[in-house]
């Protein structure tokens, strides 16, 4: 018998990140888990589903360490499928619902997916890119399927259907380790072709572990999560909530505030998690004072810094509530968080360690810095990603050695300082990703599609600040000559080939680019 | 022009639809894909400055503004009421 392909004797000796979920559904069966799209899931219907969706995978060919990408929005599937994808011994890839084809095409065969489980609505998008898929075996579609234009996808089969006849008491055999890769995310890099970052079990065990203490988590909490699951920050409120045994809120978007206000107070919510777009947007209601919001109990900020001033009106607003900055990296969950009680004394600072990690920042040579001076962050924990997906390169410019021999530390590619208290400071990024409503955007990614515009010869593209998307992304671009195009023209052509959030808020058209003496187009020049 | 085609309009240009004749009139601008929640704000900027309206904080439900038709629906209530929190505002 293939050895890895072997059931582990002694399944629960060591937890893995699904264990979560069995745990929870065995302690408080009847609890609801999960509330989205008008459906209350209790933990036990969670459990059954989940396992029923992980022997649907098991008989439809995908085995220990395939990957099953989810392409869906925040739905009861997406859950139902993270945790089913666990217990079928795969690794979980979310995509974002807002990728296009020719994206979503090479996603599937970057990772090679052995499945893909989406949702009918975006068939105008999967059904191409599945297609183009050398590798699936399985394509699990959720909602009224269009048969002419998914019938021939390889092994196509409706959602319901899939489910309807698997055992639902208990999950396929564990065959993974605790070492073993429980998902992997696709992130924005820096040179414009997506990057995967594999995270373990035990790096998500960890950096749930690691959350749910500082914020304190209890089964009394109620969720309400808006950011997509295909984001970390995302995800971790699906996985803390799962673990503790609290409600998760899930909601598609922030589209619509006063829905989603609505809810918090329906629900009696007690932790929101946001970016800072959410908040000025929230800032800007005049309705925002006739909600009840006394319940929450914390709200979060991440992916980028919250100007103190809506600090300020978070405190205001919400005077019993604890405010959290916190500081992440999808390679490292979470590098940083303000203890609350400090945001009055430090609004802007990103704090200190959170449990079990330690911090240092280091010079170009390596060195570490003391208070005041500023350096690249390094981060040791079991929380740091496994690597980046394939890109031994990649990963050895962000892994390097630690303290111990043979360990690895993160190199985070970001710059920060500490104060004499040892509270740390973000101060910029080292490469020139840009951060758009609390999306990464890297402008390498945007100028490689701008250039693939018939009649644009150069492109480069920048993060100007906006008071709502904290940077709006800005495009200078040459055109051929005699070429005329419009701003729009270029921003429809975008947004055939990119995410929303990626398509240039404004388009310059100009003659030339500054240079730097080798050339290279000096992005300084053109803030 | 009517309303509906000025909100078809502003939606397949604004958020770069590229097969504007398969998105429906009643479709759903979240479901498809063609607005996020920034999108929602772009929608009611537009509403505002084409049809002086005032979209109140309450009226930014997808009951007033998930699709096109919707859209109109709501321009044309507002249009015709007489003033904040009129008929159908709610």
Redesign the interface.
């Known amino acids: 018998m293939n050895p890895f392909q072997q059931a582990q004797r002694w399944p629960a000796a060591v937890p893995q990140l699904h264990d979560y979920l069995h745990a929870t559904a065995a302690r408080l069966p009847d609890k609801v888990a999960l509330v989205c799209d008008g459906q209350r899931l209790t933990y036990a219907e969670l459990e059954a589903s989940s396992n029923a969706l992980a022997h649907a995978l098991v008989r439809r060919g995908v085995r220990r360490g395939d990957r099953v990408v989810i392409f869906a929005d925040n739905t009861v599937q997406t859950v139902i499928t993270f945790w089913g994808a666990l217990k079928a011994n795969a690794v979980t890839a979310i995509v974002n619902s807002q990728v296009k084809t020719d994206k979503l095409a090479s996603l599937l065969n970057d990772c090679r997916a052995a499945a893909l489980v989406t949702d009918a609505r975006h068939t105008a998008i999967f059904a191409e890119a599945a297609a183009r898929s050398a590798h699936l075996k399985a394509t699990l579609i959720a909602g009224p399927r269009d048969e002419s234009r998914t019938a021939h996808l390889p092994g196509v089969v409706d959602w319901d259907e899939a489910l309807a006849a698997e055992p639902r008491d208990t999950a396929p055999p564990r065959l993974n380790l605790d070492i073993d890769l429980a998902a992997i995310v696709y992130s924005s890099g820096t040179t414009g072709t997506p990057k995967a970052i594999m995270l373990t079990h035990r790096n998500m065990l960890t950096a749930a572990t690691s959350i749910s203490t500082y914020l304190e988590n209890v089964e009394d909490d109620v969720i309400l999560n808006v950011l997509p699951l295909a984001l970390t920050y995302g995800l971790y409120q699906l996985i803390t909530s799962v673990k503790v045994g609290a409600r998760l809120v899930l909601m598609r978007s922030f589209a619509y505030p006063a829905q989603v206000l609505e809810q918090l107070v329906t629900e009696g919510v007690t932790g929101l998690p946001g970016v800072p777009t959410m908040y000025a947007i929230l800032a800007g209601m005049q309705t925002l004072r006739d909600y009840d919001l006394s319940k929450l109990r914390y709200v979060t900020n991440a992916a980028a810094a919250l100007p103190v001033k809506y600090i300020r009106m978070l405190r205001e607003l919400l005077p019993g509530a604890k405010i959290y900055s916190m500081y992440g990296q999808t390679e490292c969950a979470r590098g940083a968080y303000l203890p609350p009680e400090d945001v009055d004394r430090k609004p802007d600072s990103i704090g200190i360690a959170p449990p079990n990690m330690e911090l240092w920042l280091v010079d170009e040579n390596d060195e570490k810095v003391g208070p005041g001076q500023i350096g690249q962050l390094v981060i040791r924990s079991a929380m740091v990603m496994k690597g980046y997906w394939e890109k031994p390169e990649d990963t050895a410019e962000r892994l390097r050695p630690g303290p111990l021999p043979g360990e690895q530390v993160l190199y985070t590619g970001d710059y920060g300082r500490f104060d004499e208290d040892g509270y740390l400071y973000f101060v910029s990024r080292m490469d020139d990703i840009i951060k758009s409503r609390g999306e990464k955007v890297s402008p390498r990614e945007v100028e490689n599609a701008l250039v693939d515009i018939p009649g644009v010869k150069e492109a480069a593209v920048i993060g100007v600040p906006d008071p709502i998307l904290g940077q709006a992304v800005k495009a200078f671009l040459i055109l051929e000559p005699g070429v005329a195009l419009t701003e729009k023209a270029v921003q429809m052509e975008c947004g055939k080939r990119l995410e929303a959030f990626l398509v240039p808020k404004a388009v310059v058209f100009v003659s030339d680019l500054p240079r730097t003496s080798g050339g290279k187009i000096k992005k300084t020049d053109l803030r | 022009m009517a309303i509906e085609q000025r909100v078809r309009d502003f939606v397949t240009?604004n958020?770069?639809?590229?097969?504007a004749a398969?998105l429906t009139d009643s479709a759903s601008l979240?479901?498809?894909?063609v607005?996020?929640?920034?999108?929602?704000?772009e929608i009611i900027g537009f509403i505002e400055e084409a049809f002086g309206l005032t979209v109140?904080?309450?009226e930014?439900?997808?009951a007033n503004?998930d699709s096109i038709a919707r859209i109109a629906a709501y321009v044309e209530r507002k249009l015709g009421a007489p003033g904040p929190g009129g008929p159908g505002s709610g």
């Open positions: 240009s958020f770069f639809v590229s097969d398969s979240l479901d498809q894909g607005v996020d929640s920034t999108g929602v704000l109140e904080d309450d930014i439900v997808p503004l």
